[in-house]
């Protein structure tokens, strides 16, 4: 069974689309054309998003190929398949990646580890509301949200890799 998910290039330099696009092409090794519109987030930026199809980890695989880029804003997300948890990694400029496993409606899933760690780790209450936040990645979240406001009602691209 193939994994699916969405790439979410929510702002980039209109220099650096085509990069992107070869980028995409590389890790799904199929030609990649995507629909570039305005970012009013950020003028002066373009957004895109494709769906993509292919073997579990492409996500991963996706968002890697992106780092290249540290001025981009994006976002990955693969769905569970059999064997395999969803995951969703974001980038944000200055902050960096975030990258938390999702299940099938979406969730952020936290595993017991890192909730014991945390629990063993905070002090006071606030060191737990914060370790939480950080945990579900509220502060990617919170810089992403006006970029992904953005893009309602956008166009998206169907890409599938050959496999």
Known sequence: MPARGVVYVH??????????EWAIA??????????WT??????GQLRAECSWSGRPGTGGRLAHALRAWSMLRYEVTEEPSPGAD?????????????RTAIGANGDI???????RALLAEARRP??????????????????????????????????????
Request: charged content about 25%; aromatic content about 8%; glycine content about 8%.
């Open 11 to 20: 702002s980039s330099p209109t220099a650096v689309c085509p990069h992107v």
């Open 109 to 115: 899933m936290v595993n017991e580890d890192r909730l």
């Open 126 to 163: 606030e060191e737990l509301a914060y370790g939480l936040e950080r945990l579900l990645g509220a502060e990617w979240d919170d810089e992403l949200e006006p970029y992904q406001h953005a893009g309602d009602g956008a166009p998206i691209t169907w890409l599938h890799q050959v496999v």
């Open 38 to 43: 305005e970012q009013p987030a950020a003028p």
């Open 26 to 35: 590389r890790v799904l090794d199929t030609p990649v054309r995507l629909e």
């Open 86 to 98: 969803g995951e969703r990694i974001s980038y944000v400029p200055g902050r960096g990646v975030f």
